[in-house]
């Protein structure tokens, strides 16, 4: 870090450790040409802060904290002066940190990280480049256990995804091709052996499907076109619950919910 930064970092540091400041602080001040000069406050209409942090030429330098309206902290982020760069951690209302990552600009960038508001624990991991989702985002078990591994590209879903067991056994193989699965597809039964396999061309089960049960012999063979099944005897009740679940993907884990983890304006 460049002395500058660091000087820098260290003074902001410094006001706003506790929250505290002189009281004889300046706040809301402009310049001629009306841009955002020093320290600055932002209450809710029933008084509470809003935000407060330090404007350099309208710009954010130094750390900034963001409340929720009844008062507890919403989030804090570090903004490196004189780049386009900050570093955030979002917090529950209950003040247990919910997610941290960097930004450029008000875009997400690097690694991401969200925590369970349950039990504190890392529930998910995303890479991000400019606000783009890109490479493998993973969820976890509370164990630490990664529960499902999806690769992305230009935000769409494209290459592996995989679900496991929370005893990190092989749960679901499958592939996606520009946000579809396509490709082969198998899920498995926690000993390891396979339960079903098949493949999927652009989100839909094509061709031949097999469904084995837990010791490994196969119960039935049916054949799929554009997603519907063509000898429809052979499927008995188990099979036809199995394809509504994956037409209905309610095999997946559930996206996750990203609401409000910006910190806004």
């Known amino acids: 870090m460049k002395l500058k930064q660091l000087i820098a970092f260290l003074f902001f540091s410094f006001l706003w450790s506790n929250n505290s400041f002189c009281s004889d602080t300046i706040w809301n001040q402009k310049d001629d040409q009306g841009l955002k000069q020093g320290f600055w406050r932002v209450t809710y209409e029933n008084g509470q802060i809003k935000y407060q942090g330090y404007f350099h030429n309208n710009k954010p330098e130094g750390e900034m904290k963001r409340f929720y309206e009844e008062g ?39 690694v991401w990280k969200y925590y369970s508001f349950y039990d504190k624990t890392l529930k998910l991991e995303e890479n991000y480049i400019s606000g783009v989702k890109q490479g493998m985002s ?19 879903k494209e290459g592996q995804w995989n679900q496991y067991f929370q005893n990190g056994v092989l749960k679901l ?20 052996k396979i339960e079903v396999k098949g493949r999927f061309e652009n989100n839909v ?55 409000s983890f910006t910190p806004g304006k």
């Open 72 to 110: 507890t902290i919403k989030a804090i982020q570090y903004f490196i002066p004189n780049t386009n760069k900050s570093k955030a951690k979002i917090f529950y209302q209950n003040g247990e940190i919910a997610g941290e990552g960097n930004f450029i600009e008000l875009m997400k960038d690097s």
């Open 138 to 156: 993973k969820k976890y078990y509370p164990n630490g256990q990664v529960a499902e591994e999806t690769e992305w590209f230009n935000n769409q």
């Open 173 to 192: 193989k499958a592939d996606y091709s520009k946000d579809k699965r396509n490709g082969e597809f198998a899920t498995f039964y926690i000993s390891g």
């Open 205 to 259: 089960m094509q061709g031949e499907w097999i469904y084995y049960d837990e010791d490994g012999k196969e119960k039935s063979k049916i054949l799929y076109k554009n997603g519907i099944p063509q000898n429809t005897t052979e499927i008995d009740k188990q099979e036809k619950e199995y394809f509504k679940m994956i037409e209905d993907n309610k095999g997946k884990f559930a996206e996750p919910d990203e609401n």
